[in-house]
C-alpha cells in the first residue's frame, strides 16, 4: 500500500518528469489525456469539472492499488456521476 499512496501522491501533484516518467500511472495518463481531448481545452486557469472529477477518481483508484489502463472497462468508482465522462468505451 505504501507504493500505491505514493503513486497517488504523484498523481495528485500534475504534471511532472517523474508522473511521466512512472510507468504504472501510463494508463492513468492516457485516460486523462483521452478526456482531455475529447472535452476541449480548458478555459484559462480553470479545467472542466468532469477533467477534475476524474483527475480526483484516478488518484482514488491508484491509491486502493487499481493501475486503471485504457481499456478498463470498470466504472471510476461506484459513486461515479452519471455526468462523468466515460471514457471506457468508444460513442
Do not use: Q
Not at 512512472?22 to 481545452?41: M, Q, V
Amino acid at each position: 500500500m505504501i507504493r500505491s499512496h505514493e503513486l497517488a501522491e504523484l498523481w495528485r501533484a500534475g504534471e511532472s518528469a517523474a508522473l511521466y516518467g512512472e510507468p504504472e500511472l501510463a494508463g492513468a495518463i492516457d485516460i486523462f489525456d483521452k478526456a482531455e481531448r475529447r472535452l476541449g481545452p480548458a478555459a484559462g486557469e480553470h479545467s472542466p469539472p468532469e477533467l477534475v472529477s476524474l483527475h480526483a477518481d484516478l488518484a482514488t483508484r491508484i491509491e486502493k492499488g487499481d493501475r486503471p489502463g485504457i481499456g478498463d472497462s470498470r466504472p471510476a468508482s461506484s459513486s461515479e456521476r452519471a455526468t462523468a465522462v466515460e471514457l471506457t468505451k468508444d460513442r
